[in-house]
């Protein structure tokens, strides 16, 4: 499968489908496509309860090209970078809403977090998406993304909600600030996400969450 990543801060993925092959979306990301693609929605009843807990819709959308070429475009739902990765040789495990669509031999599921600290204090929640099998696929990022290859044993602190995915060969775990007075006065909160390697992880500038409590701010809205 071909594919394009237009624009920069509301970026579009442009997909042209030989005639057979299939793309699997996010219910509602279709922008626009050309008139020989097949829609079918599914995923099962298992596989959509699983999806509730990710954030993700309960059923996704299976587009196949029909009687020649096709083309089809989707769009993210918040300004930030659209990103492909080949799930082929390491599985990755992504923050929760952050699928966008695949090629069908991706396996999506959920991944939990063993450490219960990690889930409560690390930002990124007791459910992440985990991706595996064979093929790319299409995650939707917030802000500008910033990629680190860790080298084992080597780790990177990050802030709640930065970290936008990992390879599944990284460990993850919650980080306390030290010292009564950081914890306080920092501005940067009582834990942070410790991530160690090796693998690649992807950090994301400007997470959704954060956008969304600095907009009363910004646009002068009363949050009442």
């Given amino acids: 499968m071909k594919y394009e990543i237009k624009g920069s801060s509301v970026p579009a993925l442009v997909c042209y489908l030989e005639k057979g092959e299939s793309l699997v979306t996010e219910r509602g990301a279709m922008s626009w496509m050309s ?15 699983a999806r509730l807990f990710q954030g993700e819709s309960l059923f996704q959308n299976t587009y196949t090209a029909q009687h020649g070429r096709g083309i089809i475009a989707l769009t993210s ?23 966008l669509g695949c090629e069908p031999t991706v396996k999506m599921e959920m991944h939990f977090q063993k450490k219960i600290g990690a889930g409560f204090f690390g930002g990124e929640g007791f459910v992440m998406e985990r991706f595996s099998g064979s093929g790319i696929v299409f995650l939707e990022f917030d802000g500008t993304v910033v990629t680190y290859n860790l080298k084992k044993g080597q780790s990177m ?17 919650a980080k306390r600030v030290k010292g009564v007075k950081r914890m306080l006065f920092s501005g940067e909160g009582l834990y942070h996400t410790k991530v160690t390697g090796p693998g690649k992880i992807w950090l994301q500038t400007m997470p959704a969450d954060s956008m969304t409590s600095l907009a009363p701010v910004y646009f002068n809205i009363d949050p009442q």
Avoid: H, Y
């Fill in 35 to 49: 008139p020989n693609l097949a829609m079918t929605t599914g995923g099962g009843v298992g596989n959509a309860f």
């Fill in 157 to 173: 602190i990050i802030d709640s909600g930065c970290l936008a995915a990992m390879e599944a060969t990284c460990r993850i775990e």
């Fill in 77 to 99: 739902g918040f300004p930030g970078k659209i990103m492909a990765v080949d799930v082929m040789d390491n599985p990755i495990i992504a923050q929760k809403q952050s699928f």
